[in-house]
């Protein structure tokens, strides 16, 4: 198994900025002068995490969001009104449709987003030239790391304190792991069955594959729906399986990922149909290969609990009415 290899990034800092650093969040403030740390989260409450009462927070007017979920994150907590750009994928809510566009990770367009000069930029992760950006023109960065069920829900409360609105955060959270815990529910005394979980794939290549560790949030929402991973132990989050190793193990059904992409049926029949160059594997014999082309699939973000109620549909077909009428969307 090969790790997919992240793009390496400097960690950038500025002289007098800050930085404050919870839960893999970094929130930079260039120029601000000094240097301020807030407790990561604990059971004791907003007050122990040392957050600012919600009046005494003061809110950004001009936000820029450079992701599809940090974008969802930000309107789902009310606070879309503040955001003046958002990247060339966001498509939800509908209300994004007006927005200025600022690029994607790759291609930010760094010019345009100068000459919006954004109160705050909220970015995933490390991205170094937006942070060069916010450097040297004195903008705020909110950096969250949401890649996991856990840290989607601190990214929602370290959006949400950011923001002024930690009651609404909490509330947002609450209702992620309620949606969450419905779909387990619902699945509980189904046998589990082991499932080979692919992020992309080229049509006709059945070569290599690109799939995902235990520690993915996509294997997380499998693993909500019902499913065992077939790689669930491997560490990495994202790695590289062979033809070979996927027939060794034979998984039980197949969830080929294509978020976003408009398949016509002639298309999706033909990504089907290459699955039957492995005609061993137990899933290609039981035709329980699914393919998923939600554009929010791959997102971390509120919406999740969707899409492990769409999987749970997909590897049990007689819950997608269960689900829906308890307030899932399969």
């Known amino acids: 198994m090969r790790?997919?290899?992240?793009?390496?990034?400097?960690?950038?800092?500025?002289?007098?900025?800050?930085?404050?650093?919870?839960?893999?969040?970094?929130?930079?403030?260039?120029?601000?002068?000094?240097?301020?740390?807030?407790?990561?989260?604990?059971?004791?409450g907003e007050e122990a995490r040392g957050t600012p009462p919600p009046e005494t927070v003061s809110v950004p007017e001009r936000i820029i969001t450079f992701a599809p979920h940090i974008t969802e994150t930000v309107f789902a907590l009310g606070k879309g009104g503040q955001v003046i750009a958002v990247s060339d994928f966001c498509d939800y809510p509908p209300e994004v449709e007006h927005l200025e566009r600022v690029g994607g990770w790759h291609n930010p367009d760094l010019e345009k987003v100068t000459r919006l000069n954004p109160g705050l930029i909220i970015v995933q992760g490390e991205h170094e030239r937006v942070t060069e950006l916010a450097e040297k023109r004195g903008f705020e960065l909110l950096r969250v790391n949401m890649d996991s069920l856990d840290t989607i829900r601190e990214g929602i409360q370290i959006i949400g304190d950011r923001l002024g609105c930690p009651r609404e955060a909490n509330t947002l959270a609450q209702t992620f792991d309620a949606d969450l815990a419905s779909v387990r529910e619902r699945v509980a005394s189904r046998p589990r069955m082991t499932v080979l979980i692919l992020t992309g794939r080229q049509?006709?290549?059945?070569?290599?594959?690109?799939?995902?560790?235990?520690?993915?949030?996509?294997?997380?929402?499998?693993?909500?729906a019902g499913g065992d991973n077939l790689y669930q132990d491997e560490e990495q989050p994202y790695i590289e399986a062979s033809k070979e190793t996927v027939v060794m193990r034979a998984p039980e059904a197949i969830l080929e990922f294509h978020a976003g992409e408009t398949l016509s049926d002639t298309v999706q029949a033909q990504y089907l149909a290459d699955w039957q160059q492995l005609p061993s594997l137990p899933a290609v014999r039981n035709h329980r290969i699914y393919l998923i082309t939600e554009s929010h699939?791959?997102?971390?973000?509120?919406?999740?609990?969707?899409?492990?109620?769409?999987?749970?549909?997909l590897l049990y077909p007689d819950l997608e009415n269960v689900l829906r009428d308890h307030g899932q969307t399969p």
């Not at 235990?214 to 294997?219: D, I, L, M």
């Not at 699939?297 to 749970?312: M, Q, T």
């Open 203 to 224: 049509l006709h290549d059945m070569a290599d594959f690109h799939t995902v560790g235990g520690t993915s949030f996509v294997s997380e929402l499998v693993a909500a």
């Open 297 to 313: 699939a791959l997102r971390p973000g509120p919406r999740a609990p969707e899409i492990a109620a769409k999987l749970a549909s």
């Open 3 to 44: 790790p997919i290899r992240q793009p390496r990034r400097r960690n950038a800092r500025a002289p007098g900025a800050l930085c404050v650093v919870a839960a893999g969040l970094v929130w930079f403030c260039a120029g601000c002068g000094g240097t301020v740390e807030v407790p990561a989260p604990d059971d004791a």
